[in-house]
């Protein structure tokens, strides 16, 4: 369900005044206002394809009306996102949830909306109906080394899947790990993950990369075999190049320093992408800085901060993703309101005054290194983020817009309230 172009201008031919006076007062408070205009217009993040339907816990899961039916409506689905925030340009495709089975198709659609194919995923850590053996007690770390060779066979299956449709990345989440003490033999579990993804490793393609996401727990409760930056950056060390940690926020042990995780495995070179939400106890999947903003904004301090100092280019140098789980919201919804999140931290994070920071770094001054940090945060730019999507051609107020024209309604009317889309 796209939008007409003149749908877009109406909506912002109304909010246009309001808009501009509060951007005139950014534009004369900010210096440098305009640039980062001009960088949030660059900057994109990728939509993961399991997270359009409604989410579910293990206690149950409720329907949303309209869930996107296949891989088609999904598309369809993130390329209004792109529409109406013009930052939702990429997406990561979940292998087998989504299977793209018709590749020209998929292509002619991705053009069509606007859309690049982000990082493939693969999963290994639920069976499928056609699997032979099964991922109960682990995948690449498995005991039985037939185990490993399917895995590892899925993994090279979704490589080609991806090169066929233009992405340049794999990541690889394992849910491999254990439930109890003495269930594994923690060495022979990290040398088996090592020679399984060495030979994923050695069927990349030349200009690929492969990001190694680790997670503290769940689905296993005593340990986990790529459980934290510091296992996942032994692999990533020890495979070569083209590998490379891949944070997702919401895979810490409570109060972990997500920043400063992020800015040693940058300074290291080997930070490769990255999966957005907010938690407020675990993996809890919400929406990005619905709880924590503060960290989110230092955390973009680090990236911006490490990027600029490696030269990197912001909106091409990390895999930036959203990894959420709508439980209870309408999932576009949610997803407009990580993406707006993001952009904000990222805005606040070029606001710093990086070398007065510094200054008061080497001199110490606590207090002053404080204040830089929290005269940024604290400075409202969310006119600048909207005047970004303005001169992109999206809405100035997105989710007014996706309400005020009832897209959830008709996407109920053409695809039924009872649907099940593929995913979390
Ligand atoms: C695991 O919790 C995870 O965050 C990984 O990124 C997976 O790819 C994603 O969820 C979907 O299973
Ligand atoms: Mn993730």
Known sequence: ???????????????????????????????????????????????????????????????????????????????????????????????????????????????????????????????????ELSYKFGSLQHVNKAVRQQAIQHNIDVIKIGESLGSKSLTVWL?????????????????????????????LPHDWKIFIEYKAFEPNFYSMTVGDWGQSLLYANKLGPKAATLVDLGHHLPNANIEQIVSILLNEGKLGGFHFNDSKYGDDDLTVGCINPYQLFLIFNELIDGMNEKGLDHATGLAWMIDASHNIKDPLEDLLQSVEAIKIAYAQALLVNTASLRDAQNNNDTVLAQEILQHAFRTDIRPLVAESRLVSGGALEPIKLYRDLAIRESLTDIRGSNNTATGL
Not at 9 to 17: S, W
Not at 175 to 203: H, M, V, W
């Open 1 to 131: 369900m796209l939008l007409t172009k003149n749908k877009i201008d109406q909506h912002n031919t109304e909010l246009i005044a309001a808009h501009s006076k509060k951007l005139d007062y950014c534009r004369a408070t900010i210096e440098q206002s305009n640039q980062i205009i001009e960088k949030l217009s660059l900057f994109q993040i990728g939509i993961p394809s399991w997270a359009l339907g409604a989410g579910g816990t293990r206690f149950g899961r409720f329907s949303y009306g309209g869930e996107p039916r296949n891989i088609e409506e999904k598309m369809e689905d993130i390329g209004l996102l792109h529409q109406l925030n013009k930052s939702s340009g990429a997406v990561s495709l979940h292998i087998p949830w989504d299977i793209p089975n018709d590749i020209p198709k998929l292509t002619k659609l991705a053009a069509e909306y606007g859309l690049q194919f982000d990082a493939v995923n693969s999963n290994t850590f639920q069976n499928q109906p056609s699997q």
């Open 175 to 203: 849910a491999d790990g254990s439930c109890f003490p003495g269930q594994l033999n923690f060495r022979k579990a990290f040398q088996n993950t090592l020679e399984s993804l060495t030979e994923i490793y050695a069927a």
